[in-house]
């Protein structure tokens, strides 16, 4: 499976962009998707995931701001973040766990950059 995500770009702090990504094929065997990131400097962190049936987590740094959703028709996963702080700055990687009953595989997104700053 490859992850095409798009959407960064640069936005002012208090802004908003949303994020999307798409697998290269329907698979019924994913059974979560979701976004992380990576800042100069330091690894990379979970902002957000959600399971086939909805269920959805945040790291407590984007609580409140960002919201994951998943358009099952499209099997597209979207990152709407909100009120943008310059401490947002990082390529996002989208991240896609498959499950095929024996082992859990990890796909991950090319990244895109998101550039918060005035």
């Known amino acids: 499976v490859q992850l095409q995500a798009s959407g960064g770009g640069l936005v002012q702090p208090g802004g908003s962009l949303r994020l999307s990504c798409v697998p290269s094929?329907?698979?019924?065997?994913?059974?979560?998707m979701g976004w992380y990131r990576q800042a100069p400097g330091k690894e990379r962190e979970l902002v957000t995931t959600i399971t086939s049936v909805g269920t959805t987590k945040y790291s407590d740094s984007v609580k409140g701001r960002f919201t994951i959703s998943r358009d099952k028709d499209k099997d597209t996963v979207y990152l709407q973040m909100n009120s943008l702080k310059p401490e947002d700055t990082a390529v996002y990687y989208c991240?896609?766990?498959?499950?095929?009953?024996?082992?859990?595989?990890?796909?991950w997104g090319q990244g895109t950059l998101v550039t918060v700053s005035s």
């Open positions: 991240n896609a766990k498959e499950f095929d009953g024996f082992r859990l595989k990890t796909y």
């Open positions: 094929e329907r698979n019924a065997r994913i059974i979560s």
